[in-house]
């Protein structure tokens, strides 16, 4: 574990102090160690949907294998009329 010290303005350490009273927390800490947690969830939520938004946009699958070879064939003759050497 590490530790942190935190400083608030008083309105908010009252608020946590009344959510401590409230008992939903045990402390302090246990109380913003879910701050973060729904924090770094919240992110990772963000970028999985950012990443399903992509895979939306994305074509349904590879190319044939056919298209795949004739698109190699044409690079590598492009290559040969460039001078290229393998």
């Given at each position: 574990m590490s530790t942190r010290h935190i400083s608030l303005p008083p309105e908010l350490d009252r608020f946590v102090e009344a959510e401590l009273k409230q008992d939903l927390f045990n402390s302090v800490s246990a109380y913003f160690s879910e701050l973060v947690r729904q924090r770094r969830a919240k992110q990772i939520?963000?970028?999985?949907?950012?990443?399903?938004?992509?895979?939306?946009?994305?074509?349904?699958?590879?190319?044939?294998?056919?298209?795949?070879?004739s698109y190699i064939k044409a690079s590598r003759k492009e290559m040969e009329n460039e001078g290229w050497q393998p």
């Open positions: 939520q963000e970028d999985l949907d950012l990443l399903c938004r992509g895979m939306d946009k994305a074509p349904p699958g590879p190319e044939p294998e056919e298209v795949i070879t």
